[in-house]
């Protein structure tokens, strides 16, 4: 059974950085893109930043320069956050892809989401 589970969330005030990880377990995700997308509430999901499986990275217009995603084996990707923003407030999933696509109906494997909450 393929499961992705994200850890790291949490409560920062705004300026602050949070970490988030993922693990995956089930099957390899070698020739996976892993990444991360959002939903803040009342909103729609929506892609926040992309790992292929060669290591291009990916991202968002609203987090460049601000988030940096990794991935330090084949089933796990991080997510640093940097300079956190009341709008990054949203719960924050995981996603798998065999390909490079960047949108949520193209995703493989969810996880269940981690609550980040960045206070003014």
């Known amino acids: 059974q393929v499961q992705l589970v994200e850890s790291g969330g949490g409560l920062v005030q705004a300026g602050g950085s949070l970490r988030l990880s993922c693990a995956a377990s089930?099957?390899?995700?070698?020739?996976?893109?892993m990444g991360w997308f959002r939903q803040a509430p009342g909103k729609g999901r929506q892609f926040v930043s992309l790992?292929?499986?060669?290591?291009?990275r990916f991202y968002a217009e609203s987090v460049r320069g601000r988030f940096t995603i990794s991935r330090d084996s084949a089933n796990t990707v991080d997510l640093q956050m940097n300079s956190l923003k009341p709008e990054d407030t949203a719960v924050y999933f995981c996603?798998?892809?065999?390909?490079?696509?960047?949108?949520?109906?193209?995703?493989?494997?969810w996880g269940k989401g981690t609550l980040v909450t960045v206070s003014s």
């Open positions: 790992i292929s499986r060669s290591g291009n």
């Open positions: 089930g099957r390899t995700f070698s020739n996976y893109a």
């Open positions: 996603a798998a892809n065999f390909g490079q696509a960047r949108t949520p109906e193209a995703m493989d494997y």
